[in-house]
Nanobody, 124 residues
């Protein structure tokens, strides 16, 4: 069973940037499609971005297009989420998820493996 650990969250001012990491242990991450999700208190879990295992295709929620970039580093066995031009509404706990999906999805239900999350707070 793949184990996922997120890192890189923190407090940042509006307009700032953060890079989140999703590191995997025990198994090679490129066998899995990976999704980044976020959940704010009292809100449903929302798909932010994902990268497919089959061809590396990437997808983004409309709310983050042009600001967030997902990438995979096979040498580090890590998937990154570069977040630029951050807004207060991006504040949430960010989680990565993995599953044997040939094509990733921004829906959380198909993913069986989840990390614990890393908190991102955007505030002045």
């Amino acid at each position: 069973q793949v184990q996922l650990v997120e890192s890189g969250g923190g407090l940042v001012q509006p307009g700032g940037s953060l890079r989140l990491s999703c590191a995997a242990s025990k198994y090679t991450l490129n066998y899995y499609s990976i999704g980044w999700f976020r959940q704010a208190p009292g809100k449903e879990r929302e798909g932010v971005s994902c990268i497919s295992s089959s061809d590396g295709s990437t997808y983004y929620a409309d709310s983050v297009k042009g600001r967030f970039t997902i990438s995979r580093d096979d040498a580090d066995n890590t998937v990154y989420l570069q977040m630029n031009s951050l807004k207060p509404e991006d504040t949430a706990n960010y989680l990565c998820a993995a599953d044997f999906l040939p094509r990733c999805t921004l829906e959380p239900r198909p993913y069986d493996y989840w990390g614990q999350g890393t908190q991102v707070t955007v505030s002045s």
